[in-house]
């Protein structure tokens, strides 16, 4: 007798609340397809990892190509010819002093690798109190123990405490919350003096900050301006303490430069990178560091070996797909696409600004963020039916799938389930369960490969977190 096939547990899911997963059949482009033919707006970027739209052929092919040679080798004492590649390629893009590379699965784990890295940094030089971390409010790093210790308070990790090892936690540049009561006007980047006070009183014991330069997605969209992460610069340079930059969502093009760090002229000592690396087809993470940070490593002493490792590390499926993204930057107009979406963020956002329920917009590169607040308030926590409307009004006013409402009658559950179904029918699908409780934050992050900007004024948008 036949069992019955195991029942899938989905991220970040509540099965007794959620709608039931959309089950996807085949995607192009910035579209997915069901079974039954529906078409449906990749709004979400497959979790902001797709680059260069789905199933692109020159990534698929590389993929292919490379299973038939080699699939998969242990790293440890072994290398091949796409991890040397896409090493060598990167070196072409990253910043000049950051010249190593170790390898890993995502996200989670390259930041995992960046904390043992700045940890075993110091204590191979006998440095051994220089054990704590500093990160940021608002700060997302991963699921894994080590990146939601670094990672901000929230109801998602709450059960999580007791893995958790403590951080030094200082404010983020949130301009519209600003910190220190400022406004952005009058502002001399404020809220980093809290960092220089910590690092003044503690710089014996910290050994690195950690940080989503420009850009905190998860933790609300909050674009900093570059002077922030100027400053962190400085003050870890000063202090004698590392740096490390989160790029796994920031870089491969987010922010309209490679790296977020490019933007604000910086070079940090470690940079963790996943997501758009294979451009969203594999699982593949790294961090980078510098030649600093790899010699004191280096040693006849077998203990200051960098005891680390994963089964897939340097996959060759994975790496071939990150070759083969990079050409895709050579190759095609990459950047001058993101620009394109650049000038239509410029264009649009203001144009929702004086909504009663809107308190501020932002952007960066492909991303544009609007800050929903509670009714007649300029700042509060969002009311969810309303602003549950309000995504749908904003964002179909950016993309131009379907036309701004002329009117706003009706009560805010009505607007909602009009605008659900309004959506829907457009093609156009947000799943409802990324309503974070206690957050109005819709980000909008453009696709830069086969860009829509036509006669039909569509723009395809692929990433959206609530």
Known sequence: MPRIPLSIWHPFTQDALDPRPIFIERAEGVYLYTPEGRRILDAISSWWVNLHGHAHPLIAEAIAEQARKLEQVIFAGFTHGPAEELAARLRNVLPLSLEHIFFSDDGSTAVEVALKMAMQFWWNQGSHEKTKLVALEHAYHGDTAGAMSVGDDSSFVAAFDSLRFPVHRVPSAYCFRCPVGKTRATCDIDCVEPLEQLLEENEEEIAAVIVEPLLQAAGGM????????????????????????????????????????????????????????????????????????????????????????????????????????????????????????????????????????????????????????????????????????????????????????????????????????????????????????????LGVDSVVSRLQVGRDRRVATDCCHL
Do not use: N
């Not at 590390?313 to 895709?328: Q, V, Y």
């Not at 544009?368 to 749908?392: K, N, T």
């Not at 009117?407 to 389930?417: D, I, L, N, Y």
């Open 222 to 441: 909050i674009v900093h301006p570059v002077e922030f992460l100027q400053r962190v610069r400085k003050l870890c340079t000063r202090h004698k303490v590392l740096l490390i930059a989160d790029e796994v969502l920031t870089g491969f093009g987010r922010t309209g430069r490679m790296f977020a760090c490019d933007r604000a002229g910086i070079v940090p000592d470690i940079m963790c990178l996943s997501k758009g690396i294979t451009g969203g087809f594999l699982p593949l993470g790294a961090t980078v560091c510098t030649e600093e940070i790899r010699d004191v490593f280096r040693s006849d002493d077998r203990m200051r070996t960098f005891f680390h490792g994963h089964s897939y590390t340097g996959s060759p499926l994975g790496c071939a797909a990150g070759i083969a993204s990079l050409k895709i930057f050579e190759s095609e107009p990459v950047f001058e696409r993101i620009a394109a979406v650049e000038r239509i963020h410029a264009e649009r956002l203001p144009l929702l600004k004086d909504h009663p329920a809107v308190g501020d917009v932002r952007s960066i590169g492909t991303v544009a963020a609007i800050e929903m607040l509670m009714a007649g308030r300029r700042q509060g926590s969002c009311v969810h039916a309303r602003c549950q409307g309000l995504v749908f009004f904003a964002f179909r006013r950016m993309a131009g799938v379907v036309p701004w409402p002329g009117t706003r009658e009706g009560t805010a559950q009505s607007r909602r389930h009009q605008t659900w179904q309004a959506a829907t029918r457009a093609g156009l699908v947000l799943r409802r369960h990324l309503f974070f409780p206690g957050e109005g934050i």
